[in-house]
T-cell receptor, first 112, second 113 residues
């Protein structure tokens, strides 16, 4: 039982490049989330998926897209990376929206 | 504006000592308050979740308190260990259809031998 896994762990991009961050959970959770964590700021919600087949914007969705591929997987795509997207990205999952969230280990992204 | 403020920003204590971390919030409506522990380079891990009606909750050496009237919470760590060195994050759930979570910026605790 791996919990929430994320790939890659580290990534360096040049401005304008695109990439997809992958997230998978094996806890049969319905809800999944993408957050970013920046120094001096609390985690901020980018997008979430309340259940398979649905996605919604969070607090800071600009510059990102998401796909809920199936119940297990939720990916985050940066179409044209910008230095302001340099951050640590966390995926999380929960049984439902009001339940405890379990976080992955994070992806550290640097955009130069 | 919904906000969660934590104090102190950082704290250094000696192994074996106790400490208390503070969290003040202005979140409405209020659903629950959570404390997470985040080790360096890792994702946050839940320590406690308290609803409006709960004023104390323990998880081993961690005890969280909640005063919903004054909108304050504290996390007390007893007999600290080196492995307690981490960032402790207070999170308040605004409830509602989306169950929006408002995260504090965390208190960075260093336990020294």
């Amino acid at each position: 039982n791996a919990g929430v896994t994320q790939t890659p762990k580290f990534q360096v991009l040049k401005t304008g490049q695109s990439m997809t961050l992958q997230c998978a959970q094996d806890m049969n959770h319905n809800s999944m989330y993408w957050y970013r964590q920046d120094p001096g700021m609390g985690l901020r919600l980018i997008y979430y998926s309340a259940s398979e087949g649905t996605t919604d914007k969070g607090e800071v969705p600009n510059g990102y897209n998401v796909s809920r591929l199936n119940k297990r997987e939720f990916s985050l795509r940066l179409e044209s990376a910008a230095p302001s997207q340099t951050s640590v990205y966390f995926c999380a999952s929960s049984r439902a929206l009001n339940y405890e969230q379990y976080f992955g280990p994070g992806t550290r992204l640097t955009v130069t | 504006k919904n906000q969660v403020e934590q104090s102190p920003q950082s704290l250094i204590i000696l192994e074996g000592k106790n400490c208390t971390l503070q969290c003040n919030y202005t979140v409405s409506p209020f659903s629950n308050l959570r404390w997470y522990k985040q080790d360096t380079g890792r994702g946050p891990v839940s320590l406690t979740i308290m609803t409006f009606s709960e004023n104390t909750k323990s998880n081993g050496r961690y005890t969280a308190t909640l005063d919903a009237d004054t909108k304050q919470s504290s996390l007390h760590i007893t007999a600290s260990q080196l492995s307690d060195s981490a960032s402790y994050i207070c999170v308040v759930s605004a409830g509602g259809a989306t169950n929006k979570l408002i995260f504090g910026t965390g208190t960075l605790l260093a336990v020294q031998p």
